[in-house]
């Protein structure tokens, strides 16, 4: 009987297939080429032996708190703190130490932040630290161990256990709320979730505030005070970042640039590859 020619395609699409599977046995892939470090300049090698110099992880230490840190733990016992300093300062080590001394007396406390990401890193790194059993996450993604002591969720999922309470007639279950980038407050789309977090949060709840960037802490203080009735104590840490921030330009050729000179400029080694994009673009106009 004659083959349909559906048949006939069938097969040639077979044996098309099959003969393309041969070739992929037998391919090899080529070398890809050099690396074009032989082209960078001394002065390059020089710039980068500065950019990464002494990055990677230091020896363990004994953990020596800041006059800062000491401060803001002693006044967080007895009334609301607002903590602002730079980003790698301690500030999570303030926390950490209230979040020790409240589940040793069997109290509970939420840690709230406004990133999913940042919600499951500090869940990670509090259930080593305390303890899984100890430790629960609400996010809009994941909810496990709810009734642990110690509760770390999106500052919307805080808000809304307030609401909830509310409209019950019930108390919320915690003692103590940090809420971690409290200078969230004045973004544009959400900061009324932190609002309405400090509004409704009940006076005998301690709130604990931290930020590397409100500007107008007396202003943001005096505000606290009048809407929850409480005392907020500011403690500014003042001064430079005490992890040094580097940054640097990876360009389309693989080599790393330094983004500022020895003077503290923009690096002006990294314009030709800004000439070259817009030689490009221009091709690829006409």
Known sequence: MARSLKDKKFTRKKNSSGFNHQKERHFKRELAPESSAKSVSPVQIKSLERLLGGI??????PIVPDDFQIEALKAVETQDVLVTAPTGSGKTWIAREEIRR???????????TPLKAL????????????????????????????????IVGTTEIYRNQLFDSLRQGEQVNTDFVILDEA????????????????????????????????????EFALWIEEVRGTKVKIINRAGTR???LRAAFLAPNLQLFPLFDESGKFNRAIEQFAQEENRFERRRRY
């Open 56 to 61: 990677g992880t230091p020896e363990p230490q």
């Open 102 to 112: 409240l589940l040793e007396q069997g109290k509970r406390a939420w840690y709230t």
């Open 119 to 150: 919600t499951n890193s500090k869940y990670t790194e509090f259930s080593q630290e305390f303890g899984a059993e100890n430790v629960g996450i609400l996010t809009g993604d994941r909810k496990e161990n709810h009734d642990a002591p110690l």
């Open 183 to 218: 200078h969230y407050l004045a973004d544009e789309y959400r900061g009324h979730v932190w609002e309405e977090a400090i509004i409704l949060s009940p006076p005998r709840i301690r709130l604990l505030l931290l930020s590397a960037t409100i500007g107008n802490a007396e």
């Open 242 to 244: 005490p992890v040094e």
